[in-house]
């Protein structure tokens, strides 16, 4: 068949957009084993006591068989099935002899088709656009078919296009929940990753269905009937009267629902949301939903930040007491400004590198390693070797570690100016270790200073010295003595410690 063959009027309605988006939808229609579509072409069959039977989906340039019958084979008649597609309603096109038929001389020069010489087309239309044709032939021509066999056709093809119209639905409602559960999994998926549990709770019948995330918050089986009172229950018992009345008022007032809770079962933080979704015609509540987030690293980083504020204040509030004494002090001994200024200085520095490590380390306490070679490591400038440390790091608490930092500094500094850290041959060796008692542990470090200039021991105990046996005081029962042999300056520091 050619396409001019084809009418001007028939061609524009094969191109329609409207029977185009029609056609569209069926595309993906897997029918052309089905039986129903078979069974219809067999009674058009029987029917119209033909050699042969089909139903296509007509195209603009060809036709898509969905079901055949009879012994005539394939027949390719699609012109003829487009010329019944523009009649002014469904009614039966019939060709008694095409070889006398000029409009289709060609029916059977095509494709080695079979040849017909007598069809009888009815349309099939589906969504009020005819898309189709159901098809009955012969290989001899006929003298007529007649009005009631026409009739018959017709009807069938009526039944043949709400059948396929039927399937259509069928498969387009079947894709649609099937999308619809993928849009379901895929929101579950997000709100299990997202840890947030979502529930639907039914008033009228008490009712309460969540996803997998909502049970499992609640320590609750999935698997057995909830009830809106099980799950309050399922609340820490401190928690459970305050989020009972919470949920009253919000349906009492029309608001919406929202509280912090513990579960019983576990002891973690939730925060629970929900509102009302559904009211009944008389404005009373019948469908809440919500959900349960997970709020338990977020409520104890809240009190850990809390607790850092609190130790923070604690911490300053020492710290300036500690430089208003060490201002005074170095006040008290020093008249020259600059003199001050270097001393104050250094000692402002070695509190600051302290506080500096306990920052770091959220004020938890400071190893006393990194708090020896902050204190002590930059004054050996002849080489780092001067230094020797010795013994199994510990973790020492904030007090522990500020007063330690002074002295240490207090010591560095008096070993950089007088002591064996003034010259290249000089060594100093920190030595400590934990010695357990019966009703507490303590720390004992030891200095000793060796290789330096000659020790004479002072007449007068300097700021430094002073700085030294009173940097602890803030650390009770602690000691700290100093001693000058000749072979150098010793520190015998102790402190009771609770904590390694």
């Known amino acids: 068949m050619r396409a001019r063959d084809i009418s001007e009027n028939t061609f524009e309605y094969l191109s329609g957009a409207s029977r185009r988006d029609v056609l569209s939808t069926l595309r993906t229609l897997e029918v052309q084993q089905d039986s129903d579509l078979s069974s219809l072409t067999e009674l058009a069959l029987s029917m119209s006591g033909t050699g042969g039977a089909q139903i296509s989906l007509v195209h603009d340039r060809q036709s898509r068989v969905l079901s055949r019958t009879g012994g005539l084979g394939a027949a390719n ?30 029916i059977d020069a095509v494709t080695h ?25 012969s290989d001899e021509p006929r003298l007529e078919f007649g009005l009631m066999q026409q009739k018959q056709l017709v009807q069938s093809a009526k039944l043949a296009g709400s059948l396929i119209e039927l399937k259509r639905d069928s498969r387009l409602g079947a894709d649609a929940i099937a999308t619809l559960h993928l849009d379901e999994d895929r929101s579950a998926m997000a709100l299990e990753v997202g840890n947030v549990g979502s529930w639907v709770w039914d008033l009228r019948t008490g009712i309460f269905t969540g996803n997998r995330m909502a049970y499992s918050m609640l320590g609750l089986r999935d698997d057995e009937p909830m009830t809106g009172e099980d799950v309050f229950r399922a609340m820490h018992a401190d928690d459970f009267p305050r989020m009972k009345s919470a949920f009253i008022r919000a349906l ?7 509280g912090e809770f513990r579960a019983a079962s576990s002891g973690r933080w939730l925060l629970g949301r929900g509102r009302i979704f559904e009211r009944d015609a008389a404005g009373k509540p019948v469908v809440a939903v919500g959900v349960n987030i997970d709020i338990t690293d977020t409520k104890n980083a809240a009190e850990k930040t809390r607790l850092l504020l609190r130790e923070l204040n604690h911490r300053v509030k020492n710290t300036l007491a500690m430089l208003q004494s060490l201002a005074r002090q170095t006040l008290n001994r020093t008249s020259d400004p600059a003199e001050f200024m270097e001393a104050f200085s250094g000692r402002l520095r070695a509190i600051s590198e302290a506080h500096t490590l306990l920052s770091d380390r959220e004020w938890s306490g400071i190893g006393l390693v990194d708090l020896i070679a902050k204190q002590v490591e930059p004054y050996a400038i002849y080489d780092p070797a001067q230094i020797e ?26 070993a950089a100016k007088h002591g064996a850290l003034s010259i290249a041959s000089g060594r100093v060796r920190v030595s400590w270790q934990l010695e357990t008692g019966l009703n507490e542990s303590r720390v004992v470090i030891h200095w000793i200073e060796s290789n330096g200039p000659p020790v004479v021991p002072p007449q007068i105990r300097g700021l430094g010295e002073r700085l030294i046996e009173r940097s602890l005081d803030k650390v009770l029962s602690s000691s700290v003595r100093l001693s000058y042999p000749e072979t150098g300056m010793e520190a015998l520091i102790s402190m009771p410690i609770a904590t390694i």
């Not at 349309?123 to 009020?128: A, E």
């Not at 009492?252 to 929202?258: A, F, G, R, S």
Request: with cysteine; glycine share 6%; aromatic share 4%.
């Open 252 to 258: 009492v007032h029309n608001q919406d629902y929202v």
């Open 389 to 414: 440390l010795s013994g199994e790091d510990m973790v020492l608490p904030p007090d522990h570690a500020l007063g330690l930092g002074i002295a240490l500094h207090e010591l560095a500094t008096n």
């Open 77 to 106: 008649i699609w012109i003829i099935e487009a010329s019944s597609l523009i009649a002014p309603e469904p009614n039966c096109l019939v060709v008694l002899n095409a070889a006398e038929d000029v409009r289709f001389a060609e």
């Open 113 to 137: 088709s079979p040849k017909i010489r007598f069809v009888a087309v009815a349309p099939i239309c589906v969504s009020g656009e005819c898309i189709g044709a159901l098809s009955v032939m």
